[in-house]
């Protein structure tokens, strides 16, 4: 079966490590310690021609090398890494990119940030790791690839399985979301400029008056609307027309029109 069909077998490996890296608690350094360990197993297991246990082998290798790739992305995280500093009831003023369109529910907004850096007591602390933001109104008012800063407290993903059997702060964890804030409006967050060069500067300033002139020329509907399409600026459209954008999954559209 090895020599039939090796691709199965290979993915079998990857496959069967990656869950049990997931389900066991071992550094992850452990599981790459063991796939060298199986190394000379399989030189000489070749030389000695003894073909089924050099195959075992590698693939046993293979499953480890898998567990210690998945391990150290996703259990291993370096001191700065964002998880160290949730629930640890300190109030940072956290900066952090948007990354994903923000999602706009009814009496809630969720804005997912790739946090680069934590203030505290004039302090910085260079961070990785996302976080989701959550914001206790419906706002359009940032958009993907806005820079935000903000104060807040930062909480751990909390909850196990839903009742449809989702677990859904694992579901987070695999998209490196390790925390959430909370803010009761989108009032105490700060957009940074766009970019502080003489280019960013000058495309800022078309952006202004094309946008300018849609505000002058059209109804505020219309205006905001063409201003997503034409240079990608989402932050005054409406939000009911912003969900149906979201919900039809054309919302990147706005983006590559103002890229």
């Not at 003894?50 to 693939?59: E, G």
């Not at 989108?186 to 002139?213: E, H, N």
């Amino acid at each position: 079966m090895a020599r039939k069909y090796p691709a199965v077998l290979t993915l079998g490996a990857i496959v069967s490590g990656i869950i049990l890296a997931d389900n066991v608690s071992i550094p992850a350094w452990s599981f790459l310690v063991i796939s060298l360990i199986l190394f000379p197993v399989v030189m000489a297991s070749y030389y000695k021609e003894n073909s089924i246990i050099a195959a075992s082998a590698v693939l046993l290798a293979l499953a480890m090398l898998s567990a210690f790739g998945f391990s150290f992305r996703y259990k291993t995280f370096p001191p700065g890494h964002i998880i160290h500093f949730a629930d640890d009831n300190q109030k940072y003023r956290i900066y952090g990119t948007v990354d994903n369109w923000p999602i706009v529910r009814e009496h809630r907004t969720s804005i997912g940030l790739e946090v680069d850096s934590l203030g505290r007591s004039g302090e910085t602390i260079h961070t990785t790791g996302r976080i989701i933001l959550n914001i206790a109104t419906e706002t359009t008012g940032f958009q993907y690839g806005d820079r935000l800063q903000f104060e807040a407290r930062l909480y751990s993903i909390r909850g196990g399985k839903n009742p449809s059997g989702m677990d859904y702060r694992r579901y987070l964890n695999l998209k490196n979301v390790f925390a959430v804030a909370y803010l009761p409006h989108q009032y105490a967050i700060m957009v940074d400029p766009a970019g502080a060069g003489y280019y960013m500067r000058l495309i800022d300033r078309v952006r202004k008056a094309i946008g300018d002139t849609f505000r002058e020329t059209l109804s505020p509907q219309s205006a905001a609307v063409a201003s997503g399409f034409l240079i990608g600026e989402t932050r005054d459209i409406p939000v009911d027309i912003y969900r149906l954008f979201r919900d039809s999954g054309t919302l990147h559209l706005l983006a590559v029109s103002g890229s």
